[in-house]
């Protein structure tokens, strides 16, 4: 059984930071292969940041230079740095595994993960 969990997110003012965690179980395929979305009230679920079966890491735009994605094999965890946060990174954040394509062009859409974790909130006040 597939068991995605995410670790609690938490409030924090404008220019902050927050490591979000994700302990992953149960699936065989590229366990290296996962990726951190994001939805905020309204708007569709976006890719934030994903790990490709060679490891290369993608960032949406919005959060390059500012989040940093990682993973700890031995722990089966992967986490998600974020800094110098903003006002509109508020959202509920979801870690995703079980790609069905594993390359660059794909590991950032949502409709393209099997596994999903529970969501945790990140709030952040200006």
């Known amino acids: 059984q597939v068991q995605l969990v995410a670790s609690a997110g938490g409030s924090v003012q404008s220019g902050g930071s927050l490591r979000l965690s994700c302990v992953a179980s149960?699936?065989?395929?590229?366990?290296?292969?996962m990726a951190w979305f994001r939805q905020a009230p309204g708007q569709e679920r976006e890719g934030v940041s994903a790990i490709d079966s060679d490891g290369t890491t993608s960032y949406a735009d919005s959060v390059k230079g500012r989040f940093t994605i990682s993973q700890e094999s031995a722990k089966n965890t992967l986490y998600l740095q974020m800094s110098s946060l903003k006002p509109e990174d508020t959202a509920m954040y979801y870690c995703?595994?079980?790609?069905?394509?594993?390359?660059?062009?794909?590991?950032?859409?949502?409709?393209?993960?099997?596994?999903w974790g529970q969501g945790t909130q990140v709030t952040v006040s200006s």
């Open positions: 995703a595994a079980g790609p069905y394509i594993v390359r660059q062009w794909a590991i950032l859409r949502s409709d393209n993960y099997r596994y």
């Open positions: 149960g699936f065989t395929s590229c366990t290296r292969c």
